[in-house]
């Protein structure tokens, strides 16, 4: 069974940052990408950042660059979970939003919310101003 397991979220002042991870466990995890989302109130769920498992590339939603950082642990412990971060600086009001993680097992595809397989339950974070 697949599982991801979002962690990390919370409520901080603008100019913080905050340290999502996500581990992913039941799935063999060469040959896919994992990304993150996010869904503000009353808006549509948009693409945060991706990484590919096997290269290391990496993409990102242009209005982000410079501020978030996706990145993937390679040290699994027990090579059962690993994990992937999303480190988020100098954080807005605007990106207040429930954050999910996600897997595409079929990596080439563009990062659109239809492209990946399975979904973490989200987490909150909340930046005041």
């Known amino acids: 069974q697949v599982q991801l397991e979002e962690s990390g979220g919370g409520l901080v002042q603008a100019g913080d940052s905050l340290r999502l991870s996500c581990a992913l466990s039941?799935?063999?995890?060469?040959?896919?990408?994992m990304g993150w989302f996010r869904q503000a109130p009353g808006k549509e769920r948009e693409f945060v950042a991706s990484i590919n498992w096997n290269s290391g590339d990496t993409a990102y939603k242009d209005s982000l660059k410079g501020r978030f950082t996706i990145s993937r642990d390679t040290m699994s412990r027990d090579n059962i979970k690993t994990t992937v971060i999303l480190q988020m600086n100098m954080l807005k009001p605007e990106d207040t939003a429930v954050y999910y993680c996600?897997?595409?097992?079929?990596?080439?595809?563009?990062?659109?919310?239809?492209?990946?397989?399975?979904w973490g339950q989200g987490t909150q974070v909340t930046v005041l101003s």
């Open positions: 996600a897997v595409c097992r079929r990596w080439w595809l563009a990062d659109t919310g239809g492209a990946y397989d399975y």
């Open positions: 039941g799935l063999p995890f060469n040959n896919i990408k």
